[in-house]
């Protein structure tokens, strides 16, 4: 079965540092792989997806991940923190038997420091 | 992009009493809308599937006679909390999908407190 693992539910950088969010997956089968950020009392906004085309993903706000089969991971980067990013990070995959849903991991929340 | 609506944004109620939240898909027809339950600091659950038309597919573990779903039309879906108790006090998201369930589109979710 699909699932997805992220490493760390709270990471603190500072602003203008790297941003790293770990997440790692388990599938017998080329996953779909996503990353949402939700804000404070909001639903979720993805931020980007894996659908097996190329490895490194380039999302929205500067954000991007790279699929690493060798390491069944897809961890999420950003070059330079910014205040805005702070939030919580969702690791999710596509699961089901025919693709019907997708499930989150633990989530990560990113404290970004002044 | 595409606009998920979700109504209320917050309600309280008292235990005993049922709550209905809705979540309509604006400018685009759902033909699936999935229901989440978040718990304070932990993940989205997904709680059942909802295609248009037909019965919802629930999640195991989620009772079907406390959490009713209907899903009537292409861009409305409601799920209606029975009964309510405070256990059942929790933030509540609901997405919909143009095709798939990897293009999913989230509701800025419903804040629930059971007194």
């Known amino acids: 079965a699909q699932s997805v693992t992220q490493l760390g539910s709270h990471v603190s950088v500072s602003e203008g540092a790297l941003v790293l969010l770990r997440c790692n997956y388990s599938?017998?089968?080329?996953?779909?792989l996503f990353w949402y950020v939700q804000y404070p009392n909001q639903g979720l906004q993805l931020l980007l997806k894996?659908?097996?085309?190329?490895?490194l993903v380039k999302g929205i706000n500067g954000f991007e991940a790279e699929f690493k089969k060798s390491e069944t991971s897809f961890h999420l980067t950003k070059p330079s923190a910014h205040m805005s990013d702070a939030a919580e990070y969702f690791c999710?995959?596509?699961?089901?038997?025919?693709?019907?849903?997708?499930?989150f991991g633990k989530g990560t929340r990113l404290h970004i420091l002044p | 992009g595409a606009v998920v609506s979700q109504h209320p944004s917050r309600v309280i109620c008292k235990s005993g009493t049922s709550v209905k939240i809705e979540c309509r898909s604006l400018?685009?027809?759902?033909?699936?809308m999935f229901w989440y339950r978040q718990f304070p600091k932990k993940s989205l659950m997904l709680m059942a599937t909802?295609?248009?038309?037909?019965?919802?597919?629930?999640e195991q573990g989620v009772e079907k006679d406390k959490f009713l779903i209907n899903h009537a039309s292409l861009t409305l879906s409601t799920l209606t909390v029975t009964s309510a108790h405070p256990e059942d006090s929790s933030f509540y998201i609901c997405?919909?999908?143009?095709?798939?369930?990897?293009?999913?589109?989230f509701g800025a979710g419903t804040r629930l407190s059971v007194l």
């Open positions: 997405s919909a999908t143009l095709g798939g369930a990897n293009i999913q589109y």
């Open positions: 599938s017998s089968v080329p996953p779909y």
């Open positions: 894996y659908t097996s085309a190329a490895t």
């Open positions: 999710a995959v596509l699961v089901g038997n025919r693709d019907d849903k997708i499930i």
């Open positions: 400018d685009f027809q759902a033909t699936t």
């Open positions: 909802s295609n248009e038309g037909s019965k919802a597919t629930y």
